[in-house]
């Protein structure tokens, strides 16, 4: 690998073991991981968000920890957080390694998004966030279809955080279908930056995510979901996008069974692991590596070849 490279990502579906071989390319090559994990942004939100512990990081981490949960943030913030992170890791000397499985922040690090002001936090959001919480979601995806039937018709009612999204645009005076319509160009914001997709067979990635989630549960998480509702942050954990806490909200406050719960992370998990690998499919520039029957030694060795035969994006 040449010193000219200055940007990776290392991209996937959950589970799939995107930071362990970010964190092997890291090493191997004199870098430093920068998150893009959607979650990770949060403090206390550890165990169900599947942070590296401090402890076991062989690297420096950057883009985790930011915020109080409940705190609004957006791939707009994650956009300035990421480059003066690449930033910071570039005046040492070192490479930025992305890592991470929300296809919209990486983007927004890695390719040339302009956000207008009002991508980042606003009281309107926040409001559309507290409703959408409450369990208005079928409401506001019927405002949106009165409002914007074109953008209506391109979001799945159930997908309350893009509705929201949406409502937030047209606030603005803005349209997300006219938005989506231009979404699909894709220019790197950084010279020569090079992309390396994680894939698995399917029923060996499903495997892994029911076993994580198993692991999770051992690991304590109900009573991280637990210290989360005693702080005072019950919306940051009932939200769409907290796979892993929503699930378990009832059962600390209903007692419902925990096992059904369960069920329904590993269930969550794996239809997010499927939008995952959609959402990166879709990118031409990225390499692929299928990681089935690999052994950390193969994954790192076959990663960086990968990477060093991979023509820039950029």
């Given at each position: ?58 690297v420096p981490y950057h883009c985790i920890d930011l915020v109080n949960p409940g705190t609004p943030y ?186 059904a719960a369960i069920e329904a992370i590993k269930r969550a998990s794996r239809r997010y692991a499927k ?40």
């Amino acid at each position: 690998m040449t010193t000219a490279v200055p940007v990776i990502a290392i991209v996937g579906p959950t589970a799939v073991g995107k930071s362990t071989l970010a964190e092997d390319v890291a090493v191997a090559l004199g870098g430093e991981i920068v998150s893009a994990d959607s979650m990770q942004v949060y403090r206390g939100m550890d165990i169900g968000t599947a942070k590296t512990p401090p402890g076991e990081r062989r690297v420096p981490y950057h883009c985790i920890d930011l915020v109080n949960p409940g705190t609004p943030y957006s791939a707009a913030l994650f956009q300035r957080d990421a480059r003066d992170a690449i930033v910071t890791i570039r005046s040492r000397g070192r490479v930025p390694v992305i890592a991470g499985g929300t296809g919209l922040y990486v983007r927004a690090a890695l390719d040339d998004m302009r956000f207008p002001a009002g991508d980042l936090a606003t009281p309107t959001r926040a409001a559309l966030d507290a409703r959408a919480a409450s369990g208005e979601g079928a409401a506001l995806h019927a405002e949106l279809e009165a409002l914007d039937p074109q953008a209506a018709a391109l979001i799945h009612p159930n997908n309350t955080r893009r509705v929201v999204r949406a409502l937030e645009m047209l606030a603005e005076g803005r349209s997300y279908a006219t938005q989506a319509a231009g979404f699909s160009a894709r220019s790197a914001f950084y010279p020569q930056t090079r992309m390396l997709g994680l894939t698995m067979d399917r029923p060996a990635l499903y495997a892994l995510i029911d076993r994580r989630v198993e692991e999770m549960m051992a690991a304590g998480l109900l009573a991280e979901v637990e210290a989360l509702l005693d702080a005072g942050y019950r919306d940051a954990v009932t939200a769409t996008q907290a796979i892993g806490y929503k699930e378990l909200v009832p059962v600390i406050e209903q007692g419902a069974d925990a096992d059904a719960a369960i069920e329904a992370i590993k269930r969550a998990s794996r239809r997010y692991a499927k939008r995952q690998l959609t959402w990166f499919r879709a990118d031409p520039r990225i390499r692929w590596l299928d990681v089935t029957g690999l052994s950390a030694t193969e994954r790192t060795s076959s990663a960086l070849r990968l990477l060093e035969s991979t023509e820039h994006t950029g």
